[in-house]
């Protein structure tokens, strides 16, 4: 019986082996079946896509030919519209030119400086006096605005013994430029200092802002007389009243300037002033030892050029006048040094300096409006 039993266990244990083993098998099966069928899904899928990715290839090639040929036709018509712009502007500028030129070939035919056309000329002037020797002292000389309404005006001073008549007569295009400055309201107003008797020339009488009372021949700043300089101070502070007065009260639209001893008598005055002016323009100048500096003038535009070879008013110690600006919190002081200038002749600079300074104060809406009207 037990021979029987463990037969008949033994029997049952193959039976469930075979049976494990053909379940086993048919799992394997199915597994392989899935695997084939995921497979066969997932190439599919991928020719699908692949196919797709050609398909998008094959538009965008198809739009960025298009778009290409509208850019470059696009580019073709722009570069005609700009050639011809080109073409008429180019024409427009030789008929300026020529214009320029016949102006500038009369002029000289009828014996008149540059661009004197420009102004009506009023007050001194050696062209008109009578006299071989005119005594100009404490006289003015004005260039009035021609083309159009008087809007901004320019106070300027000469050097050291010469008068406001060489600007009235020889140098109206100082102020007047048909290509960097075409504006038609600027008048400028041209004072001669008065002729006083010069310490260090022995008292011979000059035009003069101030009177010396050293001449250290350009290596330091010269000592002068304060009564002197408190007179010139006075006068252009009653000129600077008319002036504004004349705009309506609006002390911006007046500019003052000067050269050499001018330059440091207007900028005396410019911040002597109890106005503030529209800006100031220094040209081979220095600031005064005793020039205030007060605060509420910090804010007014200042322009200083000045010449590297200048043996009168050395730069070596010019500069260190200038920084006082620069102690006293001034943030609008611009100051040029240019190479190969020297005090004497400052040949086209002084013209090309105050073209420059006008430039940068006058509006530029302003000059864009006066330059059609030129």
Not at 191 to 210: D, E, F, L, M, R
Not at 215 to 233: I, M, P, W
Not at 243 to 270: K, N, P, W, Y
Not at 332 to 348: F, M, Q, S
Request: net charge positive; aromatic share 8%.
């Amino acid at each position: 019986r037990r021979l029987a039993e463990h037969d008949a266990t033994r029997s049952v244990h193959r039976h469930d082996r075979v049976h494990s083993t053909v379940k086993v098998q048919a799992l394997r099966s199915r597994q392989a079946r899935g695997a084939s069928r995921a497979h066969d899904a997932r190439a599919k899928r991928l020719q699908a896509l692949v196919a797709k990715h050609q398909q998008l290839r094959r538009g965008m090639v198809a739009r960025h030919k298009e778009a290409e040929r509208h850019l470059e036709e696009r580019l073709k018509e722009e570069l005609q519209v700009f050639k011809r712009k080109e073409a008429a502007k180019a024409k427009e500028d030789t008929d300026r030119r020529n214009k320029r030129a016949k102006q500038y070939a009369k002029t000289l035919r009828n014996g008149d400086p540059l661009h004197a056309d420009k102004f009506h000329r009023s007050g001194a002037s050696r062209m008109t006096s009578s006299s071989d020797d005119p005594d100009f002292s404490g006289r003015l000389s004005v260039l009035r605005p021609k083309g159009g309404k008087h809007a901004y005006t320019l106070v300027y001073l000469h050097q050291f013994c010469l008068c406001g008549t060489n600007y009235l007569d020889w140098k109206p295009h100082y102020f007047f430029s048909a290509t960097k400055l075409p504006y038609l309201h600027l008048k400028v107003t041209l004072p001669t200092a008065k002729a006083i008797p010069v310490t260090v020339h022995g008292g011979i009488k000059q035009y003069a802002w101030y009177d010396y009372r050293t001449d250290h021949e350009g290596r330091q700043e010269d000592r002068l007389y304060a009564e002197t300089l408190r007179a010139t101070r006075d006068r252009i502070f009653k000129i600077l009243d008319r002036e504004i007065a004349m705009l309506g009260g609006d002390a911006s639209r007046v500019f003052l300037g000067g050269a050499s001893q001018g330059c440091c008598t207007a900028l005396h005055c410019a911040l002597s002033y109890p106005r503030e002016l529209g800006g100031f323009v220094g040209i081979v100048g220095h600031l005064l030892s005793s020039t205030p500096l007060p605060k509420r003038k910090q804010g007014m535009p200042i322009y200083l050029y000045n010449g590297k070879q200048d043996q009168v008013m050395r730069w070596s110690w010019v500069k260190q006048t200038y920084d006082r600006f620069k102690q006293a919190g001034y943030k609008k002081v611009h100051i040029r040094v240019d190479d190969g200038v020297t005090h004497e002749k400052p040949v086209r600079k002084e013209r090309e300096w105050i073209l420059d300074f006008l430039h940068r104060r006058i509006p530029k809406h302003e000059v864009k409006a006066a330059r059609q009207v030129a």
